[in-house]
């Protein structure tokens, strides 16, 4: 018996987001099928529809023309309501608060929970997902889909499997065997060029991806071999990252031509300054470390970093600063492509240097806790 560390993910995500709130603020709509979007008659696209639209081959980001042809009596849903969604996705959010810090919001209608820890003290992640989706139904009178697993990548992909109104969980156990069924336009980052390119090589499920070495795949899809092989795998280790929590605040700028001229470095870096100074502002946060970014025409990229004695947040400070830095670089003889300032060591609303992984503790890897 070993220890290894497992987490518990669970994504939600709200079924049919914007066409469920039309057809709930208008119980008329119910059972028919909705389209929110562009106008027919307008160049604009299909937000979304309901599940009965669906049925017709309608789907979000196909122009609204040709949902119109496919089912001339859906109902067309085209000013869209934005102020409603909102206000449901934060009732969700408040929802997922209730059980876990660790939420990581995707867009207004999905996040990544990570309660491994959580404010129920439930070890069970499965219970935890079912109490949210019936929270969310009571408060709301709106579904959403959840999927359970000990990594991002598996939950995201549950959480559409029983669509709508269902729940997948899947244990470390299941994982390969789960992954195995996949077809690979499920794996992130296979778009439709990826996708035919897979297929081309006979890679049809996760199990043909599962076959081939990392060597290979690395061959074959360069920077995302490694990607897709641990994917196929079942391992994925990103964190959950809290979206209110940034550890950053950066801006960089590629150059439309290379540059050496020194009056030019600093007016650009000047702006980029100003407009860090801005969101530093916005957030009335300050940062004590401040970083240099240059990429010269070889491609080559250096940073240097200068850390104060106190926070800063004022554009000029840092602007002094990165002068001060640029100077301990080959700026100014050697052509730069391109320049950027970052800022970290961030306090303030919403900052906090952090790191949920260091939180949490190991744990014995228990499928029945699942
Ligand atoms: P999704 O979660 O992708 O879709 P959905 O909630 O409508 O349906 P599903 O049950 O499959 O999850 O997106 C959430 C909302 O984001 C969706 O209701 C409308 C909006 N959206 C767009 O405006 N344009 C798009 O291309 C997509 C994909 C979504
Ligand atoms: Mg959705």
């Known amino acids: 018996m070993y220890s290894i560390f497992v987490r518990k993910i669970i994504h939600v995500d709200m079924d049919a987001f914007f066409a469920a709130v039309e057809v709930r603020n208008h119980p008329e709509y119910k059972g028919k099928p909705l389209v929110v979007g562009g ?3 307008s160049r604009g696209v299909v937000s979304t529809c309901s599940y009965e639209a669906r049925k017709y081959g309608i789907h979000s980001a196909m122009p609204s023309a040709q949902a119109y042809k496919l089912c001339p009596h859906a109902i067309f849903v085209c000013d869209h309501n934005f102020s409603d969604y909102k206000e449901v996705s934060e009732q969700v959010r408040e929802i997922f608060f209730e059980y876990t810090d660790l939420v990581e919001p995707l867009s207004l209608d999905e996040a990544y929970l990570d309660v491994t820890e ?11 997902a079912e109490e949210i989706r019936a929270k969310i139904k009571a408060k709301t009178k709106l579904t959403a889909s959840a999927g359970v697993s000990y990594n991002k990548f598996i939950a995201k992909i549950a959480s559409d499997y029983r669509k709508p109104d269902g729940i ?10 789960f992954i195995s069924k996949l077809p690979i336009r499920k794996f992130w980052g296979v778009g439709k060029v990826t996708e035919k390119k897979m297929i081309g090589l006979g890679i049809k499920t996760g199990a043909d991806l599962q076959k081939y070495e990392l060597y290979e795949l690395i061959e074959l899809f360069g920077k995302s071999g490694p990607y897709f092989y641990n994917a196929a795998r079942g391992v994925d280790e990103r964190t959950v990252e809290p979206s209110h929590i940034r550890k950053s605040i950066g801006r960089e700028t590629t150059l439309k031509t290379d540059i050496t001229d020194k009056e030019e470095i600093y007016n650009i870096l000047k702006e980029i300054a100003e407009d860090i100074g801005k969101t530093m502002d916005r957030y009335n946060a300050a940062a004590i470390t401040v970083t240099l970014k240059v990429k010269f025409h070889d491609f080559k990229s250096i940073t240097r970093s200068f850390t104060a004695d106190r926070p800063l947040n004022k554009s000029e400070e840092i602007m002094n600063h990165i002068w001060n830095l640029v100077s301990k670089t080959e700026a100014g003889s050697k052509p730069l492509r391109l320049l950027g300032i970052s800022l970290s060591g961030l306090s303030g609303k919403g900052f906090a240097e952090y790191d949920p992984q260091l939180k949490l503790p190991f744990k014995e890897s228990l499928d029945k806790d699942f």
């Open 118 to 128: 959580n404010k129920m003290n439930n070890p069970s992640a499965t219970l935890l």
């Open 168 to 177: 997948t969980v899947v244990t470390p156990a299941e994982a390969v065997d």
């Open 39 to 41: 106008r027919p008659d």
